[in-house]
Nanobody, 124 residues
């Protein structure tokens, strides 16, 4: 079992930055691929970014590429999402998720564990 707790959300003006954290507890965190997803009101949950457990390979949605950076610290059992140049359309609840396969995956159904989410609101 892996438990995930997100933090770092909040209200920010357009053009600003936020750093989300996801603290994981449970065994073998370092072998899981970790992903960030988001869900805006009335919309489906969408993929944002993912990072593998080995070599820390990353993959991003086109909508955030160049603005967001995913990273992980296996010693601290934590994954981060640095979000820069935020836009109003980035407003959503952000979720972190863990995938036991350890591979690059963008489908939410592929992930085994989910956090409760943290709200990010970007004002114009």
């Amino acid at each position: 079992q892996v438990q995930l707790v997100e933090s770092g959300g909040g209200l920010v003006q357009a053009g600003g930055s936020l750093r989300l954290s996801c603290a994981a507890s449970g065994r073998t965190f370092s072998r899981y691929a970790m992903g960030w997803f988001r869900q805006a009101p009335g919309k489906e949950r969408e993929f944002v970014a993912t990072i593998t457990w080995s070599l820390s390979n990353t993959y991003y949605a086109d909508s955030v590429k160049g603005r967001f950076t995913i990273s992980r610290d296996n010693a601290k059992n934590t994954v981060y999402l640095q979000m820069n140049e935020l836009k109003p359309e980035d407003t959503a609840v952000y979720f972190c998720a863990a995938d036991a396969s350890g591979a690059i995956r963008i489908a939410a159904i592929s992930y085994d564990y989910w956090g409760q989410g943290t709200q990010v609101t970007v004002s114009s």
